[in-house]
């Protein structure tokens, strides 16, 4: 009897985790949580055109040592040439407490900030690069991309 409700909570929380607003969303791991300055996390844009806003997202854990992360964000179209070129401030930690912003639980968190701007509908490629300015940044899990309506 006890497996009933379990799975009655289990099916409601699949349900109601769905987005039918998303367009797109791809979450890319960083290596050993090790963000090289020169490495570059790659997302293959595609049916873009429905997309109205736009949001990056990190996954850090306890082991960043920065209250915030600058994002290098580059568009390219389908032959490598760069269209558009935006640094992107993502605030991690709250300035006054300290205490870790987005959500999760124990030392990770996620979280997602909406870019002012739209993404070029030419663009095919976007290329996301750290640009805190360390040659290994530690404490970034994964980095991820999301476009909806």
């Known amino acids: 009897m006890n497996r009933i409700p379990a799975f009655l909570i289990f099916l409601g929380v699949v349900l109601f985790s769905c987005d039918g607003n998303r367009v797109y969303e791809q979450f890319e791991e960083v290596p050993n949580q090790l963000w090289g ?42 032959s490598g040439t760069v269209l558009e070129e935006k640094l992107v401030n993502v605030i991690l930690f709250d300035p006054k407490s300290g205490k870790p912003l987005g959500n999760g639980f124990g030392g990770t968190r996620t979280l997602y900030d909406t870019l002012d701007y739209k993404i070029n509908m030419n663009a095919s490629g976007l290329d996301i690069l750290q640009y805190m300015r360390v040659n290994q940044l530690k404490g970034i899990e994964a980095v991820g991309f999301k476009a909806t309506k």
């Open 37 to 78: 300055f020169t490495d570059t996390i790659h997302y293959e844009l595609q049916n873009l055109d429905s997309a109205e806003h736009f949001l990056v997202s990190v996954r850090f854990n306890e082991d960043y040592p920065y209250t915030n992360i600058y994002l290098k964000l580059l568009e390219s179209d389908s």
